[in-house]
């Protein structure tokens, strides 16, 4: 990963989900957000912020010890990506604790799986951000199979049925949720969420300080 890129994600670990959101939908991006029932492995995990790399699999039967195709897509992610898994995972857990440590040393900061994930005290341990819709001990050995890597997929939305990530999207991800902020525009949206963060933090100093929530968005505005 590059200085530029690693300067760029830590710019937004600076910033919450909610700024993020408020932003995008100034430029029209109504419905970024991830579906509320994709939630934090661990309440106490770190933030999740890193570019997408995609995973798509689908529910098949098929022979075989394992699947070839999951694991050159794990092969495939380089530092500062989310692994981004869609699908039509149903019961069964897309990767447990090996896979996900494999996704960590190759430098992936988070993972997000519209399935479930298993080993889930094994995977906290390890320390990396991890958002799913559940926790399953049933392997998806012959079950279910990676079908491509690193092209356009769709996830569940919040406001919207479906939120389309694209390779090189943006993922931030909190407790509030997660918010996907398209590539075109990376560099507004976090300027603005930046403009913005400074602002709140102002008027949250000046509150702590005792002063009068009435004066303080009279003197900064409430939008």
Not at 193 to 219: H, N, P, W
């Amino acid at each position: 990963m590059t200085h530029e890129l690693d300067a760029l994600r830590q710019r937004f670990l600076a910033v919450d989900t909610t700024t993020v959101s408020d932003v995008l939908e100034q430029v029209g991006c109504r419905d970024q957000a991830l579906a509320t029932d994709l939630v934090p492995l661990s309440p106490g995990q770190p933030k999740l912020a890193g570019f997408a790399y995609t995973v798509r699999g689908q529910r098949m039967p098929y022979d075989g010890p394992g699947d070839p195709d999951k694991m050159q897509a794990i092969e495939g992610m380089s530092p500062g990506v989310v692994s981004v898994w869609a699908g039509d995972a149903e019961g069964m857990a897309c990767f447990g604790e090996l896979l996900a440590l494999g996704m960590k040393v190759r430098g992936c900061t988070g993972i997000v799986v519209s399935g479930g994930v298993r080993d889930a005290a094994w995977i906290v341990k390890h320390g990396i951000p991890v958002y799913t819709r559940y926790r399953s001990p049933v392997q998806s050995i012959t079950r279910w199979k990676v079908t491509g890597a690193q092209v356009p997929v769709v996830m569940p939305g919040a406001t919207a049925r479906t939120v389309p990530v694209n390779p090189g999207d943006f993922l931030l991800g909190d407790l509030d949720g997660v918010v996907v902020v398209p590539a075109q525009h990376l560099e507004f949206v976090l300027a603005e969420a930046e403009r913005i963060t400074e602002r709140e933090s102002r008027i949250r100093g000046e509150i702590d300080d005792g002063a009068s929530l009435d004066v303080v968005l009279g003197r900064y505005g409430r939008a």
